[in-house]
Antibody, heavy 120, light 110 residues
Framework: EVQLVESGGGLVQPGGSLTLSCSAS????????MHWVRQAPGQGLEYVSA????????VYADSVKDRFIISRDNSKNTLYLHLSSLRPEDTAVYYC?????????????WGQGTTVTVSS | QTVVTQEPSFSVSPGGTVTLTCGLS?????????PSWYQQTPGHAPRTLIY???TRSSGVPDRFSGSILGNKAALTITGAQADDESDYYC??????????FGGGTKLTVL
């Protein structure tokens, strides 16, 4: 069974940094793209970033480009999202999502999410 | 910037059929956008229903189906049940390599 467990969320001040982790199990991690999706309180889902299986190719939404960095450690079956220069509008639940064979095919299995709150 | 459009809300009677759509603020949706659909109930993580236009995700009942209708992607629910009452989101893959969510449709079953 595919399992995705996010961690690392919390309260951070504007301008601060945070790194989210997603521990994956139940599938061959290095053969699938992975995604991050977020949801601000009371709002819809927003696509954040994706990374391919070998970690070479990444994409970012314009709203987070140059502030967030997605990465993965295939030896640890773990996905990361480093958030920096955080703004109050980055406050959201961040979901780690396993992709299908190709990132363009969309998202497959979702984690339960970790909450990031940006506030002074 | 291209916006992915969805009906803000929709209602369906129990046992009825409803079709939700996913369009573009400029242009038409085709299979090249690899449309996918997700269901979310309040307080829960989303669940994948459909990917690559019409492929059902594992465990999704066949009363959920995806298609292209005219210039939009569509999600059809036949024989609607009370627990289908949820928010439904579509995603389109853009030529830039980034995926974009629609604003979501709140489906009421009553």
């Amino acid at each position: 069974e595919v399992q995705l467990v996010e961690s690392g969320g919390g309260l951070v001040q504007p301008g601060g940094s945070l790194t989210l982790s997603c521990s994956a199990s139940g599938f061959t991690f290095n053969t699938y793209p992975m995604h991050w999706v977020r949801q601000a309180p009371g709002q819809g889902l927003e696509y954040v970033s994706a990374i391919n299986g070998n970690g070479v190719s990444t994409v970012y939404a314009d709203s987070v480009k140059d502030r967030f960095i997605i990465s993965r450690d295939n030896s640890k079956n773990t996905l990361y999202l480093h958030l920096s220069s955080l703004r109050p509008e980055d406050t959201a639940v961040y979901y780690c999502v396993k992709g299908h064979q190709w990132a363009k095919y969309g998202m497959d299995v979702w984690g339960q999410g970790t909450t990031v709150t940006v506030s002074s | 910037q291209t916006v992915v459009t969805q009906e803000p809300s929709f209602s369906v009677s129990p046992g009825g059929t409803v079709t939700l759509t996913c369009g573009l603020s400029s242009g038409s949706v085709s299979t090249s956008f690899y449309p996918s659909w997700y269901q979310q109930t309040p307080g829960h993580a989303p669940r994948t229903l459909i990917y690559t236009t019409n492929t059902r995700s594992s465990g999704v009942p066949d009363r959920f189906s995806g298609s292209i209708l005219g210039n939009k992607a569509a999600l059809t629910i036949t024989g609607a049940q009370a627990d289908d009452e949820s928010d439904y989101y579509c995603v389109l893959y853009m030529s830039s390599g980034i995926s974009v969510f629609g604003g979501g449709t709140k489906l009421t079953v009553l």
